[in-house]
């Protein structure tokens, strides 16, 4: 019989820290293909590779793990409204889930620096919206302000209900594959998701539900990259406006799991990162978010510097679905934009322009 998907919190319950008399607000999230990527493999010269599709979440990134519980959190504590600063996929979660539990939702966001699918996502779910002139970095310092001054319940990832829930991202690699994989490959913004992995890794390994925590490696686009620079970046730059971010909230807990885990850090170039978005759709089948490539952009640079080892089993995880944003797949390499020719509708002329020969 067919197994429903109950959300992450009713499938992890016993291993997350929430009451069992806490509301819970869910829209199902979680339970994401583990995607076979044998041309992922193929072209990083590892033995094998899957990619966690994130984008199959409710709202269409890795976040509704994480809103799940801060909005069940929240409402268990009272609050009536909820506050996040967002480059536009916590603030289309947030704006789902608060929705859901029938409550408030302000979201603050840089100003036209969001894509139009996101922003349309905080729309539809009845956000009050506020685009602010001033980058992620400026939003998430408001956001903090604001819930520490006024009736309003921060979900951003400094609130460790959201790593609490996108560790569930682990968990389910290993109850997928029955081990941990040797690498595993993130793009890295605030590095609240980097640092719930390997939460949720640690948590297996303690439990001995695994032996080793994978290498974590964390990959951010190269104009926005303070990991790699060591330091905050004051005006961080990409086109992967996801990630565009130069003061990252889990500094702390990202550079543990990356020590703990003998995990890297590493910057790519847009040029890098919208490359690998095209691979990733035209070859394993998977559409993203250009930012959502930048972790498997990451690996590749790596291989070609010959630092994946040939027996390496690699999991990577896509953040975001490519409808987000998906102007990006309208572009061919060089920028131009692609227009499906039109055509009469007429067969003859249909299999001409296709170049189709006859069946004998
Ligand atoms: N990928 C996508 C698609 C994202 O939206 C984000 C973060 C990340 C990766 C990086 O995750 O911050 O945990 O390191 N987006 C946030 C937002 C900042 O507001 O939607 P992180």
Redesign the pocket.
Known sequence: MAHLWRGVIREYMDRLDIKSDNPIITLGEGGTPLVQAPALAKLVGAEAAWLKFEGMNPTG???DRGMTMAVSKAVGHGAQAVI??????????AAAYAAAAGIQSVVLVPKGKISLG?LSQAVAHKAQILQVKGN?DDCLRLARELSENYAVHLV??VNPDRIEG?KTGAFEVVDALGYAPDLHV???????????YFKGYQEDLEAGRIYKIPQMW?YQAEGSAPFTVGHPVAKPETIAT??R?GN???WDLAQNAREVSGGRFGAVTDAEILWMHRFLSQEVGVFV?P??A?GAAGLFKASKAGEVAAGSKIVVTV??HGL?DPMWALKDERGKEIKPTSVSAKAAEVAERLGLSKSS
């Not at 993130?186 to 719930?196: D, E, I, K, T």
């Open positions: 990134s890795f976040k996040c600063a967002s480059t536009g996929n916590t603030s289309a979660s996101k992620f951003n990832s996108q993130l793009p890295v913004g605030n590095a609240g998701n980097y640092s719930a964390g996801a990630i971010i990252p909230a889990s978010e930012s959502s930048t953040t975001g987000k």
